[in-house]
């Protein structure tokens, strides 16, 4: 658990939504995550956890992924150990990705979505994307390293009109 001078070490990422109208195709949403080296912090991510991936040292893995948002509680979670992750590494966005098989969807197309960050029992951020429901894509937290070494969070929520694969690229610019 963190306090405001000890940074953040361990947070968990977690996405809900409602399955989408009987007879009609899925609604899949998927947490990505993208990291970035000291020397490129605002270039091409150095690797990408999503789709029931993790990342190549553990220390960022997506626990649960679901495909249509059926179920009780958070349909996809994702666990990032902070406090493990390389020094090369200085920040880390997350967000989400709507994926766009059958029709495009924005956000405002798929009911009770909602994305919760959490420290232990701390919640660091929430959000309904209701700003963003035009969108197709969203970042929903920076995480950045200081000159301590600590890790800290910017909740930041900004909409992209792109498919997940364009996402990954746009994301941490």
Excluded at 26 to 34: M, P, T
Aim: proline share 4%; net charge negative.
């Amino acid at each position: 658990m963190s306090t405001f001078n000890k940074g953040i070490e361990k947070v968990e990422v977690t996405l809900k939504w409602d399955p989408s109208p009987l007879g009609t195709p899925d609604n899949d949403l998927d947490i990505v995550a993208a990291t970035y080296t000291a020397d490129a912090p605002h270039g091409d991510p150095a690797y990408l956890v999503h789709f029931d991936s993790r990342s190549p040292d553990g220390t960022i893995t997506l626990n649960r992924d679901s495909r249509t948002g059926q179920g009780f509680g958070f349909d996809e979670i994702m666990t990032l150990e902070l406090d493990r992750l390389s020094d090369t590494y200085t920040r880390v966005i997350v967000g989400v990705a709507i994926q766009q098989g059958e029709g495009r969807k924005v956000f405002g197309d798929i009911e009770n979505t909602v994305v919760r960050i959490r420290e232990g029992y701390t919640d660091l951020a929430e959000n309904d994307f209701g700003e963003v429901a035009g969108a197709t894509a969203a970042t929903v937290a920076e995480f950045v390293r200081d000159e301590s070494g600590q890790w800290r969070i910017h909740a930041t929520l900004r909409g992209f009109d792109t498919d997940p694969d364009g996402f990954a690229s746009l994301m941490g610019r």
